[in-house]
């Protein structure tokens, strides 16, 4: 585990590539973020464990966690 706040923890597995780590702190985040793109964060991250479950229902999980990380590199709190 990295030490520090989930900020720090959020930006050290960003730089490190780690999606599936990056993206369960990110989902967890409420502030300073929209209800939408706390939606999209959220969907990606659960996209890596109920794959199939949104698959059946019409989503493309790969899409899914490609958006949502490519949402995390545009919030302020990830590039700082």
């Not at 964060?41 to 698959?55: I, M, Q, S, V």
């Not at 958006?67 to 302020?76: F, I, Q, T």
Request: proline fraction near 4%; hydrophobic fraction near 35%; aromatic fraction near 10%.
């Amino acid at each position: 585990m990295i030490p520090g706040n989930k900020t720090k923890q959020l930006r050290a597995h960003y730089a490190k590539g780690e999606k599936k780590e990056a993206l369960r702190i990110a989902s967890s985040f409420r502030m300073d973020i929209t209800k939408e793109d706390h939606n999209v964060l959220k969907k990606g991250y659960e996209c890596f464990h109920y794959g199939d479950t949104y698959r059946q229902m019409g989503i493309d999980p790969e899409k899914a966690i490609a958006d949502a990380w490519e949402l995390l590199g545009h919030l302020p709190f990830v590039r700082n």
